[in-house]
């Protein structure tokens, strides 16, 4: 069973930068597409970034794009979303999340097996 486990989160104001972690175990994470979503109070959970197997392809939700990059370590078993120009918009929490299986998107919860437990984000004006 694989755990994921969020650091990094904080309180930053905008225009500043954070970046989140994502520990991974419990599974050999070469084999696993891993992703970031958030959920901002009231508002339903949203994809944020994700990554493939091999790290070549990644992809960005339109709101975050340019100004967040999501990067993976193997050796490490570590995800990270590097969080630039933040705003108050980006307040959510944010959620890490992987899936072992092969033919699925990436912009829908659906699409991943595995999630961690969240770190907040909080962007101040």
């Known amino acids: 069973q694989v755990q994921l486990v969020e650091s990094g989160g904080g309180l930053v104001q905008a225009g500043g930068s954070l970046r989140l972690s994502c520990a991974a175990s419990g599974g050999t994470f070469s084999r696993y597409a891993m992703g970031w979503f958030r959920q901002a109070p009231g508002k339903e959970r949203e994809f944020v970034a994700a990554i493939s197997r091999s790290g070549v392809s990644t992809y960005y939700a339109d709101s975050v794009k340019g100004r967040f990059t999501i990067s993976g370590d193997n050796a490490k078993n570590l995800v990270y979303l590097r969080m630039n120009s933040l705003k108050p918009d980006d307040t959510a929490v944010y959620y890490c999340?992987?899936?072992?299986?092969?033919?699925?998107?990436?912009?829908?919860?659906?699409?991943?097996?595995?999630w961690g437990q969240g770190t907040q984000v909080t962007v101040s004006s």
């Open positions: 999340t992987a899936r072992s299986r092969y033919g699925s998107g990436w912009y829908h919860e659906g699409d991943y097996d595995y």
